[in-house]
Nanobody
Framework: QVQLVESGGGPVQPGESLRLSCVAS????????MGWFRRAPGKEREDVAC?????????FYGDSVKARFTVSRDSAKNALYLEMNDLNPTDTGAYFC????????????WGQGTQVTVSS
């Protein structure tokens, strides 16, 4: 059974940090493009970060998060992470762990999401 399960979301105040986790089961992450996208109510999906499936190391970030977020992986744990720093209200949304068979941001499968709410 192929599964991606996110965790680590929650309510935070502006300027605080969160670390999201994604554990894959039923398959191995190696070889896939992997990363995160988010979606806020009334807004289109926004790609956040991705690790290239070609080399398994090159990372890409959306312009709005490039200086604040870091995506990483742990092959031994078959897991993916997103470290989010200096959060602001525009970061609010449901965050989804995702994989793809091709290039970054062409997602084929994702998890159920974890909610991040940034407010004062």
């Amino acid at each position: 059974q192929v599964q991606l399960v996110e965790s680590g979301g929650g309510p935070v105040q502006p300027g605080e940090s969160l670390r999201l986790s994604c554990v894959a089961s039923g398959f191995t992450l190696d070889g896939y493009a992997m990363g995160w996208f988010r979606r806020a109510p009334g807004k289109e999906r926004e790609d956040v970060a991705c690790i290239s499936g070609s080399d398994g190391s090159t990372a890409f970030y959306g312009d709005s998060v490039k200086a604040r977020f870091t995506v990483s992986r742990d092959s031994a744990k078959n897991a993916l992470y997103l470290e989010m720093n200096d959060l602001n209200p525009t970061d609010t949304g449901a965050y989804f762990c995702a994989i793809g068979n091709g290039v970054c941001y062409k997602w084929d499968w994702w998890g159920q999401g974890t909610q991040v709410t940034v407010s004062s």
